[in-house]
Structures are given as structure tokens and as C-alpha cells.
């Protein structure tokens, strides 16, 4: 038999064990559900107190957040779940992040350019389909000039003046956000990837700089666009103070957009071995940021939709209010590569459509034509 005393240990020491941590649970429980009632009131919590709600995650904990947070949707948006119709502009791409399919270093990659006119028959397919948002997206392409997109916009803005523009083409100076703004672009996202700095340097080539991203995102603010920010949800090298910082930021920043979703490995990035980012852990964060910021445009986005057959669905009820298929021609659409088994590579547009409104009507929740402006 084990001498419990001389070991330092009683065998009531065993029993306490075994009861203890419950007792202790149930403590944190309560003041972790104490922290996630503190951010529901509108107050700020510091990064330690991210840290602990955040690690301190339990399905239980995740219950009674995401009850919180779809309420707040519901109060502020009711059942309507906004569409994006998302055009893959280009995968030529200038830089060079360590996590990206389309970087510039990704040799396998085959490039390609979406012509202006090709960008209008999608947009114009999209409009068919009820679209009222289209958002281009593209990795920073030098030939598609500051000139070529004002165009762009123009063109979208006079052909479909009911229509939300929203672009995601990196980071770019002031003036040429200025311009982009006035030819009749509404919004800009333009993820930060990480609010720690040395986080960021660990996601990118030294030529790229963390300030001059925040820097971007300040500047589309003081333009007046509806402005998003977001970041992957486990990238290489992430820790709770990472996300902690994120939330911080993302209060100081006011966005009216945030488009989180799980990292998922590319096989030809150095990032091909990594792990991908949790399911669990991205609803969770789709929950804070809905207490976080009710009003929140909060996409469930295809990387959970890839990460697990409901993702999407999932991310609805756990707070976000947008989903944003895919309005790119289906031959280019394996193409834009960011992630491996990226899915709706394969769905024309009509298809992708009608089975996103089977998905949010079987959780209880509607598609709706409509531009889905921020109510701000
Ligand atoms: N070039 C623009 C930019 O930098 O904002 C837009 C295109 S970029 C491909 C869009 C987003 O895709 C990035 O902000 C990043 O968060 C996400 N992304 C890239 N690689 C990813 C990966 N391996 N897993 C999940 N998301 C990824
Ligand atoms: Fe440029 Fe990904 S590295 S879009």
C-alpha cells in the first residue's frame, strides 16, 4: 500500500482532489460568466481578462455566450443573414505572407486576371440572384492599376446603383483610397491579421510592415468607408494574448466589419505543416465579437464552412449575420488557392445561392435582398 503521509499526501487528499476541481470550475464558471455579463453591458475587459474567458472556454461557458449573441443579433438584425457576392479579381499577388496559397513565392500556382468585363457578367449574374453587395477581392496585383480598379468601380457603381462596392485588394496610400472612395466604393476589408507586432513579423517577410497595415485601416476609417478588419483564428505562433490583443484592438478600432475564420494549412506555403485553427475556438470568438460589438457586420466565412461541413451554419448561431458566396467564374475559382480543400470550387453561382438559403433557412434564419449596410 502507498504511504500517502510520508509522500506528503493524505488519502483525504484524494477525495478534496477529486471533488476540488468541480468546486473550482464552478467558481471560474461563474466568473468567467460574470466577465461575458460585463461585456454584454458595454464594458471593456483588460487583456487578462481576455485571456481568461478565452481560455477558459467549456461548452457550458459557449452555451451561454452564444445565447447572449444571438439575441443581440436578433435585437439588432433579427433573422436576415446578409449576402456578399465575392469576385476573385485576381491571384497575382506582390507579397509574400508565410500562411497565403497565392503568395508570390507559390511557384504551383496558376495565375490569373478577371477582365473588366468578365467582373460585370458576374456582377451582373449576381444581381439576378439577389446579390446587392459585391465585394472584389484580389491579392495585390501591380497590373491592376489604381487607375484600372477607379474604373472598375465606376463602371460597377453606374450599372448597378442600388449595389454596395466593397473592395479587399490590400493595403494601399491614402489618395488611392481617397479615389477608390469617391468613384463609389462603400466598403474596404482589409484583415489585420494580428494586433502583436511581433506576432504579425512572424506571419510575414520583414519587407512587410505591421504599422503601415494599422495605418491602412485608420486611414479607411477617416475616409468614412465601412471598414473591416479581421485575422485568422489559430495561425502559426498565435497565443491567447495575441487573440486578447485582437479584441482590444478591434474596441479601439470601431470597425464595422470583422471577418474572422480558422487558418487553414496550404501545402505549398512554409505554413503547409502547420495545424489548422479549431472550430470550437472560432465560434467562441464569433460570440465575443457579437457582445463585443453588437452591431458588428460578422461574416461565418467559407474557411469554417471548410473546416466542417456546418461551419457556416454554426457560425450563424453563434452570432454572425453574413455569408459571402462565391460569384467568381467556376474556371477560376479552384485557382484562388488560399487554403487546401477550400470549398465551392466547383458550384456555379446559382447553385452556391440556393444552397445557402436551404442552409440559413434550417437553422431558422433568412437570406434577404438587400445591401446590408452597417446600422450603425
Ligand atoms: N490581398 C488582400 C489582403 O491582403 O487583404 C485580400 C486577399 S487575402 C488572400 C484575404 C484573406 O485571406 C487574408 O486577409 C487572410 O486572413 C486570409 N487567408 C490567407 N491565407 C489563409 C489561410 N491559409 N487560411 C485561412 N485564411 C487565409
Ligand atoms: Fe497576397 Fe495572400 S499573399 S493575397
Known amino acids: 500500500m502507498a504511504d500517502f503521509t510520508r509522500a506528503g499526501l493524505r488519502p483525504s487528499d ?3 482532489e477529486a471533488v476540488r476541481p468541480g468546486a473550482e470550475q464552478i467558481e471560474t464558471i461563474t466568473e468567467l460568466k460574470r466577465l461575458i455579463d460585463r461585456l454584454e453591458a458595454g464594458e471593456s475587459l483588460t487583456e487578462d481578462e481576455w485571456v481568461s474567458l478565452i481560455e477558459g472556454r467549456s461548452p457550458e461557458l459557449a ?4 445565447e447572449k449573441a444571438r439575441c443581440i443579433r436578433e435585437r439588432e438584425y433579427g433573422k436576415a443573414v446578409y449576402v456578399r457576392g465575392l469576385i476573385e479579381c485576381s ?5 509574400d505572407c508565410l500562411y497565403c496559397g497565392i503568395r508570390r513565392s507559390n511557384r504551383n500556382a496558376s495565375r490569373y486576371r478577371l477582365s473588366r468585363e468578365e467582373i460585370l457578367s458576374c456582377c451582373e449574374n ?6 446587392r453587395t459585391f465585394v472584389l477581392q484580389g491579392g495585390e496585383d501591380p497590373a491592376m492599376t489604381d487607375d484600372w480598379v477607379m474604373e472598375m468601380v465606376q463602371a460597377i457603381r453606374a450599372g448597378f446603383p442600388d449595389c454596395a462596392i466593397t473592395l479587399s485588394l490590400g493595403e494601399k496610400k491614402y489618395d488611392t483610397l481617397k479615389r477608390w472612395k469617391e468613384a463609389g466604393a462603400d466598403r474596404y476589408l482589409l484583415r489585420h491579421e494580428t494586433a502583436d507586432a511581433c506576432h504579425y513579423a512572424s506571419l510575414h517577410p520583414a519587407e512587410m510592415s505591421f504599422e503601415h497595415r494599422m495605418q491602412c485601416l485608420r486611414d479607411l476609417k477617416a475616409l468614412g468607408y465601412q471598414t473591416g478588419c479581421g485575422f485568422m483564428v489559430g495561425s502559426p505562433h498565435q497565443t491567447t494574448h495575441c487573440l486578447a490583443r485582437d ?3 478591434i474596441e479601439e478600432l470601431d470597425p464595422e466589419m470583422v471577418g474572422i475564420g ?3 494549412p496550404q501545402h505549398d506555403t512554409p505554413f503547409g505543416g502547420e495545424a489548422a485553427g479549431t472550430l470550437e475556438e472560432t465560434l467562441f470568438l464569433l460570440g465575443l465579437l457579437r457582445l463585443l460589438k453588437p452591431k458588428v457586420l460578422l461574416p461565418a466565412t467559407t474557411a469554417l464552412g471548410t473546416i466542417h461541413p456546418m461551419g457556416r451554419e454554426l457560425g450563424i448561431l453563434a452570432g454572425g449575420n453574413v455569408v459571402m458566396p462565391n460569384l467568381s467564374p467556376v474556371g477560376v475559382r479552384a485557382k484562388y488557392m488560399l487554403y487546401d480543400n477550400k470549398i465551392c470550387t466547383g458550384d456555379e453561382a446559382a447553385e452556391c445561392v440556393s444552397c445557402m438559403k436551404r442552409r440559413m433557412e434550417s437553422i ?4 434577404v435582398v438587400d445591401r446590408g449596410d452597417y446600422k450603425g
Open 262 to 264: 480558422p487558418f487553414i
Open 364 to 367: 431558422g434564419y433568412e437570406v
Open 63 to 66: 452555451d451561454y455566450l452564444f
Open 14 to 16: 484524494w477525495w478534496r
Open 91 to 95: 491571384n497575382y499577388c506582390k507579397n
Open 126 to 131: 449576381g444581381y439576378q440572384l439577389g446579390f
Open 247 to 249: 479584441m482590444r484592438f
